[in-house]
Nanobody, 119 residues
Framework: QVRLVESGGGLVRPGGSLRLSCTAS????????MGWYRQGAGNERELVETINSDGNTNYANFVKGRFTISRDNAKNTVYLQMNSLKPEDTAVYYC?????????????WGQGTQVTVSS
């Protein structure tokens, strides 16, 4: 079974930056869409940004160009560069294939990486 390992989270002040990484235990070369998701305390999981095999990206409105997703298929890794972080970005961040929302509840998820934005 595929394993996803997220890393790079931490505590950062508002306006700061973090770069998250997610490495898969199998090749992602054939995976058309990869995405970053997040779940804040007491909140439902939400999609942050996706990237397809052509490098085309889509992001949630709350990102507003602050975050950039990228992928390195040779390293089986997906990245999320987060700039201009806000306290409301505090959440556990996960990566996964681009999945229909109805399947999230039963999908496999890695352990995630905690991002805390606070002064």
């Amino acid at each position: 079974q595929v394993r996803l390992v997220e890393s790079g989270g931490g505590l950062v002040r508002p306006g700061g930056s973090l770069r998250l990484s997610c490495t898969a235990s199998v090749s992602i070369d054939s995976v058309k869409g990869m995405g970053w998701y997040r779940q804040g305390a007491g909140n439902e999981r939400e999609l942050v940004e996706t990237i397809n095999s052509d490098g085309n990206t889509n992001y949630a409105n709350f990102v507003k160009g602050r975050f950039t997703i990228s992928r390195d298929n040779a390293k089986n890794t997906v990245y999320l560069q987060m700039n201009s972080l806000k306290p409301e970005d505090t959440a556990v961040y996960y990566c996964n294939k681009q999945l229909p929302q109805a399947t999230w509840v039963n999908a496999y998820w890695g352990q995630g990486t905690q991002v805390t934005v606070s002064s």
